[in-house]
């Protein structure tokens, strides 16, 4: 190996997230090189992910770091990606990261493709997806929403715009003004009074599912005659945080399992949705798979909390052709390794990926250039605030970078 690729230091601090918890930062330090990666993390969390930190919280992460990981990957080949994340998973020695931490393996996991892409001089896309990769994933972003992101909101986490303008930044600005019409329509409704933003920016205030569903079309609708650009809709129910183990309780009315599942078609049929994210309990793959039967030749059915990034979880669903597109995101899994392994499956499978960023963030842009890629078709992640424009904004500059 040479020796410019050895790692001379590896530390970790304590930095915020966008919620003001605290989350783990790393830095992997080469001869020529340091790359810097922090963890985000997520409220509706899916059942079989990693878990975020041990016992002992942020603090627990971080002294096992000092104690344990350390000494380990001084001298590592900053190259060997792949060695380097079972290097990790040996350390933790659990399927979970319940030892050590998901986010400080996901923070050192990408910290080392970081400082081993900077060595090298080429962006991080290109190291982790090679040279021919051109394809910039559709920014979709949450507009308006509830669930576990906000406590005075609808009971499906979020609604989502993906305007398809003739650059990232035309539909990025067009996302975002959606997003302002439909700020100024819920202050007509409620006259300034009981709205807000969730944790991921989006509008919230205490209106019925069916209400949002009205005024994010209205919304979409007026920016695609204005602007004469196609803007695709999209809904994360995140189903697990609303199903009591009978039904799906939404404010207005209870859904039982065929009810949800004639709802969910419903909204491709009647309203013309297109991204479609955890319509059922992430236990129910049969019940994705009939969603998929009944509107996936029109429709991405995306699994998120369902398959959480997880390679095995997702072999499963495949078989069962139990939706049609998965969401990534790293610090589910832990790992970049692993990470590639469900995104590689999903893509050699015909089934379409979604990066995408956690509730609560930091302005780390990795999911940008992971995206590219990955060759995602969408990147999830948020239309204003700073830690979300990080990220959109990244993308401005990659495309940038594409085209010249
Ligand atoms: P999170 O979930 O709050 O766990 O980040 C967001 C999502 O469900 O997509
Ligand atoms: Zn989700």
Request: aromatic content about 8%; glycine content about 10%; proline content about 2%.
């Amino acid at each position: 190996m040479d020796d410019e690729f050895k790692i001379r230091d590896a530390s970790v601090r304590k930095v915020l997230d966008s919620r003001g918890n605290q989350t783990v930062e790393t830095d992997i330090v080469l001869p020529y090189s340091t790359g810097r990666c922090s963890a985000p993390a997520g409220a509706s969390t899916g059942e079989t992910e990693a878990l975020a930190y041990p016992a002992g919280g942020v603090d627990s992460s971080v002294r096992l770091f000092e104690s344990r990981i350390k000494k380990k990957i001084l001298g590592f080949d900053a190259l060997d990606q792949k060695g380097f994340d079972r290097l990790l998973r040996e350390v933790d020695g659990t399927d979970n990261f319940s030892e050590i931490g998901g986010n400080l393996a996901t923070a050192l996991s990408v910290s080392l493709a970081k400082a081993a892409a900077n060595s090298l001089g080429i962006p991080l896309y290109r190291y982790v997806g090679g040279f021919l990769r051109s394809e910039i994933p559709k920014p979709i972003g949450n507009v308006i929403g509830g669930g576990a992101h906000s406590k005075n909101g609808t009971t499906v986490q979020e609604f989502m715009v993906s305007s398809v303008g003739k650059t990232v930044l035309e539909s990025i600005t067009l996302n975002s003004i959606v997003h302002r019409k439909i700020g100024i329509a819920l202050r007509e409704m409620f006259k300034d009074f009981s709205i807000g933003l969730g944790d991921e920016k989006a509008w919230t205030a205490s209106i019925d599912d069916d209400v949002a569903i009205d005024i994010i079309k209205t919304a979409a609708h007026e920016v695609e005659s204005e602007h004469k650009v196609k803007v695709i809709l999209g809904v994360d129910f995140a189903a697990s945080n609303f199903f009591d183990g009978k039904k799906y309780k939404y404010k207005e009315n209870h859904l039982s399992r065929d009810e949800q599942i004639d709802y969910a078609c419903s909204l491709v049929k009647s309203h013309g949705f297109y991204f479609i994210e955890d319509p059922m309990e992430e236990h129910d793959f049969e019940g994705f798979a009939e969603i998929t039967r009944k509107v996936g030749s029109e429709a991405l059915i995306v699994g998120d909390d369902i398959y959480t990034t997880n390679a095995k979880r997702l072999e499963k669903g495949i078989k069962m052709k139990a939706g049609n597109a998965v969401l990534i995101k790293v610090n589910q899994i832990g790992t970049l390794s692993d990470t590639w392994d469900a995104v590689n499956l999903a893509t050699s499978s015909g089934w379409k990926t979604a990066i995408s960023h956690r509730s609560g963030e930091t302005t780390d842009e990795f999911i940008s250039h992971l995206g590219v890629a990955f060759g995602s078709e969408f990147i999830k992640t948020g239309t204003i605030g700073g830690e979300r424009t990080a990220k959109l904004n990244e993308l401005v500059r990659i495309e940038e970078e594409l085209r010249d």
